[in-house]
Structures are given as structure tokens and as C-alpha cells.
């Protein structure tokens, strides 16, 4: 197993992969949560590098080697500007793949944990070419997230540096990127879920009702969604071996 460093249009990235994979080999470009960094997942890297699945791991904006020390709370400020820049980044890597010929089979997948999960979601609502995709903590709806961070801010006690017209503009653009207005999606590409049932900072139920949803009306048949119904904010090892079988299985 080969893991080297390089550097994409300017995005950081570890690149993952075996001396006897091929342009045809399929890819999947994983994406870290918030606060994190690349490197801390290359346990799923590991496990689908093992089942032949070439790895691109990105450090998103403002993470990892592209840090810019800022605290939490600035941090917060900047989450949706992150994972809209990650969308962008997302396609950005698409590109770069089939200019250097690693993608002639066009098998890629997208996944991601949390804030990972979060920009795969809204990948699905923009990208036809993704062919499979993992959603672990993440949302199928950027404004009911944003609804529920803001309501969070203001229990705490936080405030907010937007105005009213600030704040309408940002959920418009988020709401161009809800995968909950785009259920076809559903229909054309297979999707696995992992979310525990106690997580607090993506609620369990900013995704698996709209899935329910999918359920009842007979649109959920390409959709797997894992339930723990003990984990918080955090991946099992169960979990990661699930979903990276399933990534594998569904782009061979």
C-alpha cells in the first residue's frame, strides 16, 4: 500500500493506492469532519485500499495543512463557507482525476464523517457523476442543520455577527444545495447512512426522517441506513467496516 502527499490545484491531499491498481481501478475521495484532518482517516483508506479502491483524502479549507490557527468559535463562523468550498473542491479533484487518467472507468464514490458527510450530502444534490456515496453523521438537509446550529447559538448564549438579510441570503444558497429538494437522487444513486441514534452535534434526526420518508413512498430501494442506537458523535469500528464494504461492493 502506497500513501503519498501531493498537492491538487492547491488542495492538500493523501493519495492511497497499490502498485496493481489501474486507470480502471475505482476511486472514492473521502472527506474529514470538522476540526479534523485528513490524515484521521486513514483507517477507512486502509480498508478500502484493501478491497481495491483507490483513496484521495483532502484536507478541507482551513484544516490540516491549510490551517489558519483560528479558534473554535471562529471556526463556527466558517462552517458553511467551508463545506461550500469543499463542494467546490470535491468536483475540482473529479477533474484532476481524469486529467491524470486515474478515472477511465468513471467508478467514484464520495463519502465523508460529520462535516464529511455533510459536503457529500451536498455533492449528491449537484454531481450526476458520483456513482456511489457515504454519509456517516452527516444531513440530508443543509438549512434544517443550519436552523439547528443557529437555535443552538442562541441557547448558548452566542451571538451572531449577521443580520436578518445576511442570514436569509446564506440559508437561499444553502437551500440550493438541500438534498431533501432533490429525492431523484435517491433513485439514481446508491447511498449508505451511518448515524447514532444519541449523536448531539448532527441530531439523528437531521437525516433518518426524510429517509423514513424515501421508505414509505418505495424510493429508498438503493439506500442502506445503519442505525446505532447507542453511539454519539462517533463512528463504531462496526460502523467504518459497513460502510467501507458497502462503498466497495457498489463500485466493483
Not at 84 to 106: G, I, P
Not at 123 to 152: P, V
Not at 164 to 189: T, W
Not at 222 to 227: A, H, L, R, Y
Request: with cysteine.
Amino acid at each position: 500500500m502506497i500513501v503519498i502527499r501531493e498537492e491538487w490545484k492547491r488542495i492538500p491531499l493523501l493519495h492511497i493506492y497499490t502498485e496493481e491498481m489501474t486507470e480502471n481501478t475505482p476511486v472514492v475521495i473521502f472527506l474529514h469532519g470538522f476540526m479534523s484532518a485528513k490524515e484521521h482517516n486513514l483507517h477507512y483508506a486502509y480498508q478500502l485500499v484493501e478491497k481495491g479502491v483507490r483513496v484521495i483524502l483532502p484536507d478541507a479549507y482551513l484544516h490540516g495543512e491549510r490551517t489558519e490557527h483560528l479558534s473554535e468559535i471562529q471556526m463556527n463562523l466558517h462552517f458553511w463557507k467551508i463545506v461550500m468550498k469543499s463542494v467546490t473542491e470535491v468536483h475540482t479533484l473529479y477533474q484532476e482525476l481524469k486529467l491524470k487518467k486515474l478515472l477511465a472507468a468513471e467508478q467514484i464514490g464520495i463519502a465523508g464523517t460529520s462535516m464529511g458527510g455533510i459536503t457529500t450530502s451536498g455533492c449528491l444534490r449537484l454531481y450526476n457523476w458520483i456513482q456511489a456515496a457515504g454519509i456517516c453523521m452527516g444531513t440530508t438537509s443543509f438549512t434544517k442543520l443550519a436552523l439547528h446550529q443557529l437555535e443552538d447559538y442562541t441557547t448558548k448564549g452566542m451571538s451572531f455577527p449577521m443580520s436578518l438579510e445576511q442570514q436569509a441570503a446564506i440559508f437561499e444558497m444553502l437551500r440550493s444545495h438541500d438534498l431533501e429538494q432533490a429525492p431523484e437522487v435517491f433513485a439514481r444513486c446508491p447511498i449508505i447512512f451511518w448515524h447514532g441514534q444519541q449523536d448531539r452535534t448532527v441530531p439523528f434526526s437531521m437525516s433518518y426522517p426524510f429517509y423514513e420518508q424515501l421508505q414509505q413512498q418505495g424510493q429508498a430501494e438503493k439506500t442502506q441506513f445503519i442505525v446505532d442506537g447507542k453511539a454519539g458523535h462517533a463512528v463504531s469500528r462496526h460502523g467504518m467496516l459497513e460502510v467501507t464494504n458497502w462503498l466497495a461492493q457498489h463500485l466493483a
